[in-house]
């Protein structure tokens, strides 16, 4: 059963940056696409970003695309998202998410709460 617990949020000014992680065990980590949502209060869950299990590709939404990077560190067993130039719209909780392939059972963490404000 893979577990993921995710780590990093907080509160940050305008302009400011974070650093979540996401820790991953119980499987075998290269073998997992590797996600990072988030969810507003009073919306919908949405995609930030993909890495795909051999890191080959990355997939951004254009509301993030250029500030969000996502990586991930094999000997960590660990996927990160670095958040730069972080405005008040990114204020969500995030979450991890780990699908062995299309149509397999999701994973997600618990959920890490982001705050964007001044």
């Known amino acids: 059963q893979v577990q993921l617990v995710e780590s990093g949020g907080g509160l940050v000014q305008p302009g400011g940056s974070l650093k979540l992680s996401c820790a991953f065990t119980?499987?075998?980590?290269?073998?997992?696409?590797m996600y990072w949502y988030r969810q507003a209060p009073g919306k919908e869950r949405e995609l930030v970003a993909r890495?795909?299990?051999?890191?080959?590709?990355?997939t951004y939404p254009d509301s993030v695309k250029g500030r969000f990077t996502i990586s991930r560190d094999y000997a960590e067993n660990t996927v990160y998202l670095q958040m730069n130039s972080l405005k008040p719209e990114d204020t969500a909780v995030y979450y991890c998410?780990?699908?062995?392939?299309?149509?397999?059972?999701?994973?997600w963490g618990q959920g890490t709460q982001v705050i964007v404000s001044s």
């Open positions: 998410k780990a699908v062995f392939y299309t149509g397999s059972p999701e994973y």
């Open positions: 119980g499987r075998t980590f290269s073998s997992y696409h």
């Open positions: 890495i795909t299990r051999t890191s080959a590709s990355t």
